[in-house]
């Protein structure tokens, strides 16, 4: 259980989606671990010779703005104190907003390792869209399509290093 890949973002930009296509031939959940809630998946995922824990972070209570941004800067909290490497996904069809700058500002505080991933670039005229993610001072961007993996194999080559 050493190697543990949370994925984090505001709702919507396709966490579970990710999460899917990465555990999807390998759907058991990891419940041993201590603070587990509904509000977060445990599934094991494989990348050439290595196998890993994904963490999808989301399925919040609706409610007030207020809880739910708590609710999310708690996951993101979360992620640090657990995870090897940070997946902080945002999309691309969207841009930069206030809920992504303020996940922004508590990875940047944090120690972990965390990979800006723009998703939801499903075609090449979105390439460039993704430089605005620059501006997180968090490096460089992971272009990937969840919905047709395009990408996807490049980031895990990278993460994998961290293990
Ligand atoms: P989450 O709230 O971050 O877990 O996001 P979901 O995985 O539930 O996805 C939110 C919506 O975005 C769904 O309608 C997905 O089908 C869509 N989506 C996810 N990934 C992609 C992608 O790569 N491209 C496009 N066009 N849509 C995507
Ligand atoms: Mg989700």
């Known amino acids: 259980m050493s190697n543990i890949v949370a994925i984090v973002g505001r709702p919507n930009v396709g966490k579970s989606t990710l999460y899917n296509r ?24 494989e990348w050439t010779d290595k196998t890993f824990t994904v963490i999808d972070t989301g399925g919040y209570v609706a409610g007030s703005d207020d809880i739910f941004e708590a609710a999310i800067r708690e996951q993101v909290l979360i992620a640090i104190e657990e995870a090897t490497v940070i997946l902080f996904m945002v999309d691309v069809t969207t841009g930069v907003t206030d809920l992504d700058d303020d996940i922004a500002d508590i990875l940047r505080r944090g120690k972990k390792p965390v990979f800006v991933v723009a998703n939801k670039v499903d075609n090449n005229n979105l390439r460039n869209e993704a430089a605005i993610f620059y501006s997180f001072g968090l490096g460089d961007i992971h272009l990937i399509s969840s919905m047709t993996g395009s990408g996807t194999g490049e980031l895990l080559d990278e993460v994998i290093k961290h293990f």
């Open 22 to 45: 990465l555990t999807e031939s390998r759907k058991a959940i990891v419940d041993d671990f201590s603070g587990v809630t509904r509000d977060r998946h445990y599934g094991v995922a």
